[in-house]
């Protein structure tokens, strides 16, 4: 089976790119270019590829395309097929599209639950351009081998959502089983496809697409500056600093500009390819309460 190699970028449409060039450069600390080729676009680095995160101002606040990426042309072409042979509908994207993603191919699917995914292979990178955040930084974003980062997805059940993932040569379980007030249990699905602990999840229900964005990074000095950075502006923190109990990661999630959340994550460690579950995070990920909109967090005791 062939199989996807990591979340290779991400791309969003957004209501209003000045507020995202604020956000995205002068709080997270992303480098933030904007080409003559691509008005209305914001290109978001975080290492030396051309860029990790693509904003486009279209108004929709939501996710466009997760870009998974695989190994090569042989590779995509496999894909293709394998897809296809599980009954999945693909779209094979055009030269024109393929360079506005500035990769080789690339094509275009829907998971059970809508969400838009984009195959490709052969991403642009430019190591003659160093990463040059938009503020200063201590360190760098964690980013290699295993992506961008993770999000956490909508989905229509948990069972679709592994058997659809599984075609793409991922794999994983439920890591959470969380004891709900009712006497029932709130469920979240982990998947994952390099030593990144997971690159997608699935639990709470959700409108949009995206629950959250999670950006690693390698210094803790800079978990901290952004969380100051964040309670000195407009954008709230929804859920407070905080381990999760599956990948370690110390980390806190504030609201973006389009309103789904950023995390901050860091010290996660790789994933153990073994099957385990946890009722709570280690410590903290104490939920905003008055702040939280529907499918923004899950329910703990």
Known sequence: MVAVTELGYVCFGVADLGAWRDFAGGILGLEVTQEPAHPGKLFLRTDYWHHRILLEE???DDLTGAGLRVAGAEEFASMRA????????????????????????????????????????????????PFHPARPRHGRFLTGDGGV????????????????YRLLGMRGGVEYRVPLPDGNEAQ?????????????????????????????????????????????SEYPILISLGRHANDHMLSFYCQSPSGWMVEIGWGGRPATHQSEYYTRDTF???PAADRMGPGMSIDRE
């Open 149 to 164: 980062g993770h999000m956490i997805l909508r989905n229509k059940g948990l069972d679709e959502a592994y058997a659809f």
């Open 284 to 286: 903290g990920h104490v």
């Open 58 to 60: 279209n108004g929709a």
């Open 188 to 232: 979240v699905l982990f998947m994952h496809c390099n030593e990144r602990d997971h690159t997608f999840a699935f639990g709470p229900p959700g409108r949009k697409s995206i629950n959250h964005l999670m950006l690693q990074v390698d210094n803790l000095d800079d978990l901290f500056m952004t969380q100051e950075l964040v309670q000195a």
């Open 82 to 129: 394998q897809l296809e042979a599980g009954g999945v509908k693909v779209t094979t994207g055009s030269s024109q599209q393929a360079a506005e993603r500035y990769v080789h191919e690339v094509m275009f699917v829907r998971d059970p639950a809508d969400n838009p995914l984009e195959i490709f292979h052969g991403p642009r990178v430019d190591p003659h351009r």
